[in-house]
C-alpha cells in the first residue's frame, strides 16, 4: 500500500494506524502548498481532490478521507484491536466519535491556517474549538483513551488535530484529561515513529 501524506496534515492518522497495524507500506509526499510530488507529478492526477491523506491499495483502487481510510485499516488488521467489529454498537461508537473529530474539531481548525481569514473571524473558531475541547475532557474522565482503555483509530485522530492546537492559538492547558491524553498517545512508539519519519521530531 501507498500512504500519500504531507508532515503533519491530517494525514497523520493513518500514518499513526499503519504503523499500529504492522501491514507494510510506503509513504509518498504530497506537497499540500504546490500539489506535486518529489517527481514533480500533479498531485490532482492522483486524487482530484488535491488534499491528504489518500492510500492506494494494493490491486491499485485508491481510498480518500481519513476516516474511512483508518477503518479500512483497522479492518484488515482484526487484530491490532483498532476498531470494534462492524456491526457491534462499539463500532458505530467509533464511527461517532470520527465524525466527531472529523467535522467538530478538524474543520474548526482549517480557518485558523487560512492567512485570509480574519483575525475577529479565527476567534470566532477558537472559542468553539475551546467549547468543544471542555466536551472531549469531560468525555475522557477516568479513561485512557476515547473508547475506554484501548487505543482505536479515533485516538490516532484526536491525538492528529489536537497536536495543531499550540500552533494556532487555541488553548487546552486547563484541560487535564486532554492534556493528559495527549503525552500518553505521544508517547506511543507508533506515533514517535510516524513524527520521525515526518520530519516532526528529532
Known amino acids: 500500500m501507498k ?85 457491534t454498537m462499539a463500532r458505530y461508537r467509533l464511527i461517532e466519535w470520527l465524525n466527531f473529530v472529523s467535522t467538530e474539531l478538524h474543520k474548526s481548525y482549517s480557518p485558523l491556517f487560512n492567512p485570509a481569514m480574519p483575525e475577529e473571524g479565527k ?24 473508547m475506554g482503555d484501548a487505543f482505536s483509530v479515533a485516538d490516532a485522530y484526536l491525538f492528529t488535530v489536537t497536536s495543531w492546537a499550540k500552533h494556532v492559538g487555541v488553548d487546552i492547558a486547563g484541560l487535564a484529561n486532554v492534556q493528559a491524553f495527549m503525552a500518553r498517545v505521544g508517547a506511543r512508539p507508533s506515533v514517535q515513529a510516524a513524527l520521525k519519519a515526518e520530519g516532526l521530531s528529532k
Open 3 to 87: 500512504l500519500y501524506y504531507s508532515p503533519g496534515a491530517c494525514s497523520l492518522s493513518p500514518h499513526i494506524v499503519l504503523r499500529e497495524t504492522g501491514l507494510p507500506f510506503d509513504l509518498v509526499m504530497a506537497s499540500t502548498k504546490t500539489h506535486k510530488l518529489a517527481d514533480g507529478t500533479d498531485y490532482y492526477t492522483i486524487n482530484p481532490k488535491g488534499y491528504v491523506p489518500l492510500l492506494e491499495l494494493d490491486d491499485g483502487q485508491r481510498l480518500s478521507e481519513g476516516p474511512a481510510i483508518v477503518q479500512y485499516l483497522a479492518d484488515k488488521a482484526p487484530a491490532s484491536g483498532l476498531a470494534p467489529a462492524a456491526g
Open 123 to 146: 476567534a470566532v473558531y477558537r472559542e468553539r474549538l475551546k467549547g468543544r475541547y471542555k466536551y472531549v475532557n469531560e468525555q475522557l474522565e477516568g479513561k485512557q483513551f476515547l
